[in-house]
């Protein structure tokens, strides 16, 4: 039956010689070849980094002039613009090249925007430039002087907690996961249904106060916040992690070896001191120094547990 038949036709014929048509062409393209199904139900599978994340990050980084400065959202967009923004017009400068500034706005949108290779420059933890250094071709360039501890801490008199595997099941006020701290705790437990109660707590200081209150069994923060808050004493430490490198600056691949070094030299010349100022007071910092990627290696594995990164 042809098409300028069924034309003919009523509509309710007309409906079936229309679908007699579909079939009739389905038939056609069946004998052409086989189809490829497009839109196959997607197989469950672990999350995998898409391409440019495993090495080709220069080419998915080419339609773009700018360059990408980035931070996690540990601030409000106001604050952060007020810390970073001078970073970001400093580098402008020294690069000759227009750098922007990307507040992520969530944890989810850092992460996602990460492993895409969409940001050129970050500051952040250890764990994070040991991620983009392994797999987002990233250099760690520059980083805040002096060695990270974290401890884990409960209330001085408790005597039932002796060490952090004794947490399992009971509260802990930390920052959340990604946080650093709360993941050296974490790393330490191999099945998630045995892991401490994570309370999430904003500020070192709210952390402190969290446990010495009675609110939390413990808590996870700085050996050198603990000092600075613990003046009278009211705190134990169950745990202290091995000794990390502090926060620090990576670049990616679409920053030349040259402009690396650029980068490099002005966050550590002494031109930098006012665009750093606020970024330095935030961190109790005094300068920043050249930093390698061999102080921050294998520190990645502390993201191994944590969706989307692996």
């Known amino acids: 039956m042809t098409s300028r038949n069924c034309l003919k036709l009523q509509l309710p014929l ?3 010689c229309a679908l007699f048509a579909g079939s009739a062409a389905a038939a056609d393209a069946m004998a052409a070849g086989p189809i490829k199904q497009a839109n196959a139900a997607p197989k469950k599978a672990s999350f995998q980094p898409p391409a440019a994340a495993k090495g080709d990050v220069s080419a998915a980084l080419s339609g773009s002039g700018d360059i ?3 931070t996690p959202p540990r601030e409000t967009l106001d604050a952060a613009m007020e810390i970073y923004q001078p970073v970001v017009d400093y580098l402008s400068q020294v690069l000759g090249k227009k750098v922007v500034f990307k507040h992520p706005g969530t944890w989810g949108v850092y992460r996602t925007e990460m492993v895409k290779g969409n940001y050129d420059i970050v500051f952040d933890g250890p764990h994070f430039n040991s991620y983009r250094m392994d797999k987002m071709q990233h250099n760690i360039i520059v980083k805040i002087p002096g060695d990270f501890v974290f401890v884990t801490i409960v209330k001085k008199g408790n005597d039932a907690i002796g060490n952090s595997r004794q947490l399992a099941g009971r509260t802990v006020c930390a920052h959340a996961p990604p ?3 709360t993941l050296t705790l ?3 437990f191999d099945n998630p249904s045995r892991q401490p ?3 999430s707590t904003d ?3 709210n952390i402190y106060q969290g446990v010495v209150s009675g609110r939390c069994v413990a808590g996870v923060l700085p050996m050198g916040n603990l000092k600075k808050f613990d003046t009278e004493g009211m705190a134990k430490i169950i745990h202290k992690e091995k000794t990390l490198p502090n926060q620090a600056f990576s670049a990616g691949p679409r920053l030349s070896a040259e402009d690396q070094a650029k980068v490099t030299r002005a966050l550590t010349s002494p031109e930098a001191n006012g665009p750093t100022e606020k970024l330095r007071k935030a ?11 061999q102080e921050y290696a294998g520190l990645a594995e502390y993201l191994k547990n944590e969706w989307g990164y692996y």
């Not at 300068?287 to 990627?293: E, M, P, T």
Request: proline content about 0%.
């Open 14 to 16: 007309a409906f079936v």
């Open 68 to 70: 990408v400065f980035s």
């Open 179 to 181: 946080n650093l701290g």
């Open 186 to 188: 974490l790393s330490q």
């Open 197 to 199: 109660v994570i309370i």
């Open 203 to 205: 500020g070192w200081k």
């Open 283 to 293: 961190y109790n910092t005094e300068k920043f120094v050249q930093a390698s990627n």
